[in-house]
């Protein structure tokens, strides 16, 4: 098949969960449409995430449409391997039509189409879905000095468990979810610390990932509105998950205000003091991986795309899903991902 004879209706761009969400519906609609995954194998960014990771909601509260992910042997909140056996079983059961490898290198205005141009070949479409999520784009805020530190810098996404920090002491950096989850595990092998912006503040035991997406969506539906809602923020900024309510438990997550520089030897404070380490995990985020989209010059401030719903409001043929509550309510998260791809989906169809 020649390049020009690649032709779908509709391509998305990932397969991940945001990905796998939009081919469900897709495919119920009937839609001719192609998933392009950049993966060796399925399970988008969760294949890649350390072992011990748990997802924020119990598996009924952390599924995708059509199928509800089974239940762990422990009872417990999923962790990531658990999350990669259900994307795997739920784009077999679906029988998804995703071609991997094939990494995305750049989307085009082709006349009345959009050129997919990828590692397996170009796809023209009527309607790409962007679904790259943010794992691919992890964020290191600049200090003064850190490129003269001399110990060990890796980001969350390349922390792989407690094992090479046996020992060592370690500075954590970041006031979210990861960062108090990698903390508690590096806490019982490692010499600890946890830089933050701002103290750090434990949701109560019993608010979890259902809550959260409740909160979100009322506050999606309010901004529509024109009205003003209650934040995520103000209940607290960390899910006390069973690691964490550990860890805390034993005193292990007290936080230090930030640091203003980095030395040779670990990092330096406002005030003068100093501490010395052997390794610094940057628990700072991610941005979307929206590199693919360059040639279409959408990008507004922040380097964010403007959008209607998930609709990019400079080109019409493009959607994008699951980055954030600029794409959808919590539509960055499993259940998220799943409701926001239904009216994504609904759209599509309307304007093939």
Not at 21 to 43: K, W
Not at 79 to 98: K, N, S
Not at 193 to 203: E, V, Y
Not at 295 to 317: H, N, S, Y
Request: hydrophobic share 45%; glycine share 12%.
């Amino acid at each position: 098949m020649t390049d020009t004879a690649r032709l779908a209706d509709v391509v998305v761009i990932g397969a991940g969960q945001a990905g796998l969400a939009a081919g469900y519906y897709l495919r119920r609609a009937g839609a001719d449409f192609v998933i392009l995954d950049a993966q060796q194998t399925p399970g988008g960014a969760w294949q890649h995430a350390w072992p011990s990771l748990r997802l924020f909601s119990p598996a009924q509260y952390s599924s995708l449409p059509g199928r509800m992910m089974p239940i762990p042997a422990d009872g417990g909140y999923p962790d990531a391997a658990h999350v990669v056996a259900y994307l795997t079983d739920y784009e077999q059961r679906y029988r998804l039509p995703i071609v991997r490898p094939a990494a995305v290198r750049a989307v085009r205005r082709a006349d009345d189409r959009l050129a997919v141009e990828s590692s397996a070949g170009t796809w023209h479409a009527r309607i790409v879905v962007s679904a790259t999520g943010t794992w691919w784009r992890p964020y290191v805020p600049h200090y003064p000095g850190i490129g003269d530190f001399r110990g060990e810098q890796l980001h969350t996404a390349g922390y792989r468990g407690p094992t090479p920090f046996h020992g060592r002491r370690v500075l954590v950096v970041g006031g979210g979810n990861s960062a108090a989850q990698i903390l508690a595990e590096l806490s019982q092998v490692a010499q600890t610390t946890w830089a933050t912006l701002r103290p750090p503040r434990l949701l109560p035991d019993e608010i979890d990932g259902r809550a959260l997406f409740d909160l979100a969506t009322s506050r999606h539906q309010a901004a529509q509105a024109g009205q003003n809602a209650d934040s995520i923020g103000d209940l607290g900024d960390i899910v006390a998950v069973a690691p964490v309510r550990e860890a805390r438990d034993r005193g292990a997550l007290k936080a230090e205000p930030m640091f203003s520089r980095l030395t040779p030897d670990g990092v330096a404070w406002a005030d003068g003091s100093t501490a010395a380490f052997d390794a610094i995990v940057w628990c700072t985020g991610f941005r979307p991986a929206l590199a693919h989209l360059a040639p279409l010059r959408l990008r507004g401030p922040g380097g964010v795309i403007g959008t209607d719903g998930t609709r990019a409001l400079a080109e019409p043929r493009l959607h994008l899903l699951g980055y954030g509550d600029w794409t959808g309510a919590a539509s960055a998260t499993l259940i998220g991902a799943g409701r926001t791809a239904r009216q994504l989906a609904a759209e599509v169809i309307a304007q093939l």
